[in-house]
């Protein structure tokens, strides 16, 4: 695989790198989702993988246009205006992976310079094997066929001051991820997620965006890495535009760590690969890409690395980037075959979950911006509670202003304010220890639980551990009260 650079990637990053004296002030998967906006499931024929392979590459211009006509209808049949509508791309050659032609929903603010666009998320494929599965389970993440022709936007993406404070007044862009590449496909066909990128912001250029003066790229997942992999390159697209523009990341639960399970090299079996094997064999499946400053740290072969948070973003020309994580990362447990609530733990399980968030904490110490609850849980930017999340008192809503406030001074020569904090990571050590955190819930019965009752119910011997029911529960307690 060889990195083709982008020409003014080092103009681009110009506007990026005037903007990382702010750091000193800011120190104070695997698949996901399923059938949305009551999409049909069809069995549908395996994908051909074959590059160059034109099967179902070219029936893209019907359902453009349907696509077209189907918002004009939606918009005189006087939907509500807080719902965000469905655009196909102009370019049609760019594509899903079935060759239906990508797209994005778009909710407008008028007057508004303030973008944010949002890459949504779902894991990958990597073999015929592991994409034939995906087109079967979960078609919407390899199709636009049957997108619906209007989305409506939680948390982050919501057009309501209530829910979003800080955000609700931008341009809203949803990009759905139907190329299975984490973004960084650029063909040849099927695999264009970083293409697909491109041509959004093309197809923006009449709605304004070329005078937006922030351009916040976020994404939850396989779509926050796809923030880090493609920061740097919107960045240079929008200096070639001429844009005096601002671009910003948001990265959400998308800065995994490499997996501790030893597993056979060669990943004979592609359904029990790692995400660096998934990754490696995905990348000349895709003919993927990564930031080439990244790229030069590793010789050739190596290159996925650079898909892993913590390796990419120290590379990165454009710098701001907050970092959202949840410090016990389900999707992370999951690549260790760990499942809460789901099946039996062991005790050398339970103490990965115990040193997992020691890891990330320490992983994400040098970055600028973070907002990292100690919970068990995944996404958080989009749920429609994300106000009630907190670190120390403070709501990401609440950090992401303080954020925007810092930036601005330092844009404008004047001091942050003080006591507004955006580099928040909890102090507290256990799993759930946050009293903020998301319940967590049995799966077979959907009953709430505490920390030590899923740990009970997973058949984890709580004495032997010397966790004792009552007392630990106290004493979780205790270190809330002292910093969680």
Request: aromatic share 8%; charged share 20%; glycine share 10%.
């Amino acid at each position: 695989m060889v990195f083709k650079v982008v020409v003014l990637l080092l103009l681009g990053g110009i506007w990026c790198q005037n903007n990382r004296n702010a750091k000193a002030g800011g120190k104070s998967a695997k698949k996901s989702g399923g059938n949305q906006g009551g999409e049909s499931v069809q069995s549908s024929p395996a994908v051909d993988l074959t590059p160059g392979s034109t099967e179902n590459t070219r029936s893209t211009g019907g359902s453009a246009e349907a696509g077209r006509e189907g918002a004009a209808g939606a918009r005189a049949a006087g939907q509500q205006t807080d719902d965000m509508r469905l655009h196909f791309l102009q370019n049609t050659q760019v594509t899903c992976n079935d060759g239906t032609v990508a797209g994005f929903y778009l909710k407008e603010f008028r007057g508004s310079r303030r973008w944010l666009l949002f890459l949504e998320g779902g894991w990958c494929c990597y073999s015929k094997e592991t994409c034939d599965s995906r087109y079967q389970n979960i078609p919407r993440l390899m199709s636009s066929s049957s997108w619906p022709q209007t989305k409506r936007g939680t948390g982050i993406l919501s057009s309501q001051a209530e829910e979003n404070p800080h955000w609700h007044n931008a341009n809203i862009v949803f990009i759905p991820y139907c190329s299975s590449d984490v973004w960084s496909g650029t063909g040849p066909y099927t695999f264009m997620g970083s293409l697909i990128i491109q041509e959004v912001i093309k197809d923006l250029i009449p709605k304004g965006i070329k005078q937006a003066k922030v351009i916040m790229l976020t994404g939850t997942s396989a779509g926050g890495t796809g923030v880090l992999l493609n920061i740097d390159k919107l960045a240079s697209q929008m200096a070639q535009l001429g844009a005096e523009t601002q671009v910003r990341g948001l990265v959400d639960s998308g800065w995994f760590l490499e997996s501790q399970q030893q597993r056979s090299p060669n990943c004979p079996e592609t359904v029990s690969c790692s995400p660096e094997d998934a990754i490696k064999i995905g990348l000349r499946l895709w003919n993927g890409v990564v930031p080439d400053r990244c790229r030069q740290l590793y010789k050739r072969g190596e290159e996925w690395q650079c898909f892993f948070g913590h390796k990419l973003y120290s590379t990165l020309t454009c710098d701001p980037t907050v970092v959202v994580q949840w410090l016990f990362d389900e999707e992370q447990l999951r690549v260790e075959n760990i499942y809460m609530g789901g099946q039996s733990l062991s005790e050398e399980q339970w103490q990965y979950i115990r040193n997992l968030g020691r890891l990330l904490k320490n992983s994400l110490r040098d970055v600028t911006a973070v907002f990292a609850p100690s919970c068990l849980s995944h996404t958080l930017i989009t749920k429609s509670n994300w106000r009630s999340f907190q670190v120390r008192g403070n709501s990401l809503p609440r950090a992401l202003h303080c954020w925007d406030r810092s930036l601005e001074a330092t844009r404008n020569n004047r001091t942050p304010a003080k006591g507004c904090p955006f580099h928040l990571l909890d102090t507290c050590q256990w799993p759930q220890c946050n009293p903020t955190c998301p319940a967590l819930v049995d799966q077979a019965t959907q009953q709430e639980l505490t920390l030590l009752q899923m740990l009970a119910a997973m058949g984890l011997d709580l004495q032997k551990l010397g966790l004792d029911t009552q007392g630990d529960e106290h004493s979780l307690a205790s270190m809330v009260s002292n910093g969680g």
